[in-house]
């Protein structure tokens, strides 16, 4: 009970707990199964803690979650696409990191807004371009590094890189499988290196944060069990048609 109540200050009242360990949970599937449901939890940790402190207060809520997925999938991912995002991802991070310094936490809110609808405006005029068109766009030098530097950026400014991650993974056609994997272990990558700089830098991860985030533990293996069965049973199809509604719930969610 003490130790509950030493994390009164973090969370007040049942309906915060409830809220808090219901993001655990969605987190927990988006890692393992429905990649963008987890951004569904964004706006609800904004709401919770903040738009800043909340990047730093489930950071390691999130390499939890990270983990459990690529010790399931390590061996569906393709460490080739996984490459070619990280060098420009690692540049929109530091960017991120920076940029985070010096601005208030309502612009952080609409920073982070941003980064989910550019992540939807890239999906909408994908599915514009003709597959012939789209296989030669996707083939482009640019092409990955420029997806690269948004999901840094965004990850850093508010652990926001799953709309631009899946646009990018669904355009290089890949299996529900394998999509979920390399996004699994991109994403797993930038989050443990974004630790140290949340701690030293933006000192915004609290030891509080650390103990909020180990009684959350037990929701990310129930989400991620969830979201395991989940990928074994959707078409791929439907899968696909799934991630493109949440990618499109997550941003107005966002900048309500």
């Known amino acids: 009970m003490l130790y509950v109540d030493s994390l009164s200050s973090l969370l007040n009242g049942p309906e915060q707990w409830v809220l808090y360990f219901t993001c655990a949970l969605l987190i927990g599937m988006s890692k393992t199964g429905i990649q963008n449901i987890g951004t569904l939890a964004v706006p609800l940790f904004v709401f919770l803690f903040g738009a800043k402190a909340s990047t730093g207060m489930v950071l390691l809520l999130l390499a939890m979650a990270d983990l459990l997925a690529v010790v399931y999938y390590r061996k569906r991912l393709l460490w080739k696409e996984v490459l070619k995002l990280l060098p420009m991802a690692l540049i929109g991070l530091l960017t991120g990191l920076i940029m985070g310094n010096y601005i208030s936490d309502k612009t952080f809110k609409i920073l982070m807004a941003i980064c989910l609808l550019v992540g939807i405006g890239i999906m909408i005029w994908l599915e514009r371009v003709h597959p012939d068109k789209q296989s030669q766009l996707t083939q482009k030098r640019w092409y990955a590094p420029v997806f690269g530097f ?17 646009v990018y993974l669904l355009s290089r056609k890949m299996d529900k499988f394998t999509f979920v994997a390399t996004g699994a272990w991109f994403i797993m990558l930038l989050n443990y290196i974004k630790i140290p700089l949340q701690v030293f830098v933006w000192h915004n991860v609290t030891w509080e944060g650390v103990k909020l985030n180990l009684m959350a533990f037990p929701f990310i293996v129930i989400g991620g069990i969830i979201g395991i069965q989940l990928v074994k049973i959707l078409p791929e199809k439907v899968f696909k048609i799934i991630i493109m509604i949440l990618v499109l719930l997550s941003c107005v969610a966002m900048i309500r």
């Not at 948004?150 to 508010?158: A, D, P, R």
């Open 150 to 166: 948004i999901m840094g950026f965004s990850t850093m400014i508010g652990n926001a890189a799953g709309p631009a991650l899946s």
